[in-house]
């Protein structure tokens, strides 16, 4: 008679933490997704619930751009006219990235996605050298870039 109890409740009990796991699961999953990664994390918060809910929670926002013509980087006008506002305010510094979007200061090297900047080559505005060595763009009276690298080299 004991032994009857004892499987019900273990029954009950793992069918309660499946179904706390698909909860947990599901909700992970679509949090980053929102956020724009592919990776599936459902099974991260399935096993790991509300640690894996404060993980995908921390995860940067990393929207990737779809453009039918991403190979030729043709972007669109509308991100054209956004990246010379961007560049008129900044003084011409500044750059997009390719992975996600994100404009970015010219002073990071990396995106808040990973992407590293060397991805990027942006054109030279007039009164600015492009560096050799890292490809920031400086202004003509700046001598030697933040990487060390002298105008002359």
């Not at 499946?18 to 909860?23: L, M, R, S, V």
């Not at 640690?51 to 030729?72: F, I, N, W």
């Not at 003509?140 to 080299?153: E, F, I, Q």
Request: with cysteine.
């Amino acid at each position: 008679m004991y032994g009857h109890y004892l499987t019900i409740t273990i029954i009950a009990t793992l069918a309660l933490y499946a179904i706390g796991g698909c909860i947990w699961g599901f909700a992970v999953k679509k949090i980053v997704e929102n956020k724009g990664y592919s990776e599936n994390w459902f099974w991260w918060g399935f096993f790991f619930g509300l640690l894996a809910l404060l993980v995908a929670l921390t995860k940067p926002e990393c929207h990737s751009r779809s453009y039918s013509s991403r190979e030729s980087d043709d972007y669109s006008p509308l991100h054209s006219a956004a990246a010379s506002t961007y560049s008129q305010k900044n003084g011409g510094g500044g750059w997009l990235c390719d992975h996600c979007g994100k404009t970015n200061g010219s002073s990071v090297a990396i995106c808040s996605c990973g992407q590293p900047r060397s991805s990027y080559v942006r054109p030279t505005v007039k009164g600015e050298w492009v560096c050799s060595q890292c490809g920031r763009n400086n202004a003509l009276y700046v001598g030697t870039c933040a990487c060390g690298m002298s105008k002359n080299s």
